[in-house]
């Protein structure tokens, strides 16, 4: 972010835009993750040989996080420091171009990839070169600083790139740098080819190859028809289809509604070039980064694609969690958002596919689903002054709502049936707009939820019936009161309460255990008897929810192949109670159930939990810890464990060692019915 403020501090006003749903066809689905787990295995044969810096250089071969996968985080670092950003119905690269060449020119200037030229960008920004200076600070070691004087930035002019081309064409150009690859159109077969580009293709070459059949790419592809990939990917289509998704994309105008570009000359089919459209207000929630595109997609690509985790998932718990017990988290998100759209969507087959079983996959029909819970979900109506008044009863001080206190609102003993009471309404209700409350509250102002508090924690509830802690009448379940137990022990912060409610469901799916799981793995625990080793493994796990004191540094420290394969399993199950409790906030919204004139969408998806990734760092702590105990001849004496504290901060630079592993401890003890002995004392 230092850059960030740089730009902004010299009078920059930055504007972040991001890909929103999935388009195209996509080549290989399952390759790159599969690449990248392989990677990954043989960097961790080589630390298991113990040999570090080597691994390193291995464990970069296994690829860059995707945009995807970092796209979430960097919202909310945006969001937190003002910097505004919008998420595209589409492709972002497509609403860049738009912003750029609109007549009221919203942007001056567009920093990208060279694929923006194919969308009309005639000038492009691809690299900043901030400039830096030593800083002298006394005896204090110095630092530096930018010099924003000093610094430059790299630019692309496509009139430029014409002259140096012989003056060709701009169509010539733009079908030049489709053939030549990109993330829209993969490159040409045949300029692959060593036997026809022994050193390999310029592009001057695809210049001249395009020039060459008269910019026909049908009589291109018809020239090199006996090559076996033309065949296979059926690329005259795929190039059609391309070229008609750019010149016909999808983007948001200057009044906020969604639109074809030129619409005019659109075919009628371009909905199989780009995609599904979806309802305009829910494209507005996606644009304002209140919901994430993964629901989304699935919903109208009609495909759901499983992909490897980064430790390979090879595991049959694994593989049974992504392929059995996660089925009915997906199913459950996908009925309740399509019964809120049209029959188009309530009736459509979804098809799940595995990495681990590409020729198989498992097919259902939406309408096969239905009914879904939602009519049973919007019975839930609670307003602040209700959850003024608990909070007060229950002498509740801390002024974030999470779901910790959420659920103590609902859970304690003395409030159960009083809670039930108030907080449901019935159907007639549901169908009038002023709405009345059944029981203690009758003279209760009507309203629908409005403000950000009501909101979340309406959602939240709603969440928590999904997930069986409640039923319909708004009373805990068995599952319920084990949660109740869980939350009251674990703490109020928010990773705390997160890393419990996961322990608990994690319980349910049979996964919290000390079970082998992954015994072709390295990095379980090496030292003491084997009641020992299952013991500090459990621990270890547990302590895989919770999150690491670390400072803003990369991570120095042990590895373990074992806890990152156990991660890949809290991560995915994270992901799936994010989708839930996403969905449930949003068809709050899509029912009319929430006042809908608001803007603080992203304060909405940051109140909700399981917005963040976890690591397995705390894991690794906590396994490195209780390993070497047993190094010592009185492993649970308090010297003994303060020393190991201490020399923790040599085995894991930049982190706070020994509060890490009482954030681990004091998770176990939530999770824990009783302690063991072994774990007795810290």
Not at 135 to 147: A, L, M
Not at 384 to 393: L, T
Not at 434 to 449: C, K, M, S, T, Y
Request: with cysteine.
């Amino acid at each position: 972010m230092k850059e960030l403020n740089l730009l902004q501090a010299a009078g920059f006003k930055v504007h972040f835009v991001f890909n929103g749903l999935e388009y195209g066809v996509k080549d290989d689905p399952f390759g790159p993750s599969l690449a990248s787990s392989r990677a990954n295995a043989a960097a961790f044969d080589i630390y298991e040989k113990e040999m570090p810096d080597e691994a390193i250089g291995v464990f970069s071969n296994s690829g860059s996080p995707t945009a995807t996968a970092l796209s979430e985080f960097l919202k909310k670092v945006l969001y937190q420091h003002e910097v505004e950003f919008t998420v595209a119905p589409y492709n972002a690269l497509a609403q860049l171009a738009y912003y750029e060449k609109h007549p009221s020119q919203f942007i001056d200037a567009v920093y990208g990839p060279s694929e923006l030229f194919l969308y009309g960008i005639d000038k492009l920004i691809t690299k900043f070169e901030l400039a830096h200076e030593y800083v002298e600070k006394g005896n204090i070691k110095g630092g530096t600083r930018f010099v924003l004087e000093d610094s430059m930035f790299h630019w692309i002019d496509r009139r430029t790139c014409l002259a140096e081309l012989n003056e060709i064409p701009v169509e010539i150009f733009v079908d030049a740098c489709l053939l030549a690859g990109s993330s829209i159109l993969r490159t040409f077969p045949p300029l692959e080819n060593s036997t026809l580009y022994p050193k390999g293709c310029s592009f001057r070459d695809v210049v001249t190859m395009v020039v060459s059949c008269g910019r026909n790419i049908t009589a291109l592809c018809a020239q090199y028809q006996d090559d076996p990939q033309i065949k296979e990917l059926d690329y005259l289509d795929r190039y059609r289809r391309a070229s008609t998704g750019i010149k016909h994309h999808i983007v948001i105008n200057k009044d906020g509604d969604v639109e074809t570009l030129d619409k005019e000359r659109a075919p009628s089919d371009v909905h199989d070039c780009i995609g599904q459209r979806l309802p305009e207000e829910l494209n507005m929630y996606l644009s304002r980064g209140m919901i994430r595109p993964r629901v989304l997609n699935w919903l109208t690509s009609g495909t759901i694609l499983v992909t490897a985790p980064c430790e390979g998932g090879d595991s049959r718990e694994y593989q049974n969690l992504v392929r059995t017990q996660l089925e009915p988290f997906r199913r459950q998100a996908l009925c309740l958002l399509s019964e809120c759209l049209s029959r188009y969507y309530q009736r459509k087959e979804i098809t799940t596919r595995f990495w681990f079983d590409g020729e198989s996959a498992s097919k259902v029909n939406l309408r096969d689903l239905l009914p879904s819970p939602k009519e049973s979900l919007n019975s839930w109506i609670v307003r602040d002054d209700s959850i003024a008044e608990q909070r007060r009863k229950l002498e509740v001080r801390n002024p974030h709502l999470t779901v910790n206190i959420v659920s103590d609102l609902m859970l304690a003993d003395a409030n159960r049936e009083y809670f039930a009471s108030f907080s449901r309404i019935c159907r007639p209700q549901l169908e009038r707009w002023n709405l009345r409350f059944e029981g203690v509250h009758p003279e209760a102002q009507d309203r629908l939820p409005a403000t950000r508090q009501e909101i979340t924690a309406n959602a939240v509830w709603r969440f928590l019936q999904l997930r069986d802690y409640v039923d319909s009448k708004h009373e805990l379940t068995a599952w319920g009161k084990v949660m109740e137990v869980t939350l009251t022990a674990c703490g109020s912060s928010k990773e705390q309460e997160e890393a419990a409610f996961v322990a608990v469901e994690l319980l349910r799916l049979g996964l919290l255990n000390a079970s082998p799981m992954f015994p072709n793995y390295a990095g379980t625990p090496l030292r003491g008897t084997d009641t020992d080793k299952r013991n500090c493994l459990l621990a270890s796990r547990v302590a895989s929810l919770g999150k690491l004191r670390h400072q803003p540094k990369g991570y120095s420290g042990p590895l373990s192949r074992h806890l990152l394969a156990y991660h890949c399993i809290i991560s995915t199950l994270r992901a799936s109670l994010r989708d839930l409790v996403e969905i449930s906030l949003a068809t709050m919204f899509l029912d009319g159930n929430a006042n809908r004139d608001r803007n603080d969408w992203m304060d909405l998806a940051l109140g909700l939990p399981f917005y963040d990734e976890n690591s397995y760092a705390l894991g690794v702590v906590m396994k490195t810890y209780l390993d070497e105990l047993f190094t010592r001849d009185d492993p649970t004496s308090e010297t003994t464990r303060a020393e190991m504290k201490a020399k923790g901060r040599e085995w894991c630079k930049y982190c706070d060692f020994a509060g890490s592993l009482e954030d681990a401890f004091h998770l176990w003890d939530a999770v824990s019915p009783e302690p063991t002995p072994f774990y007795a004392k810290r």
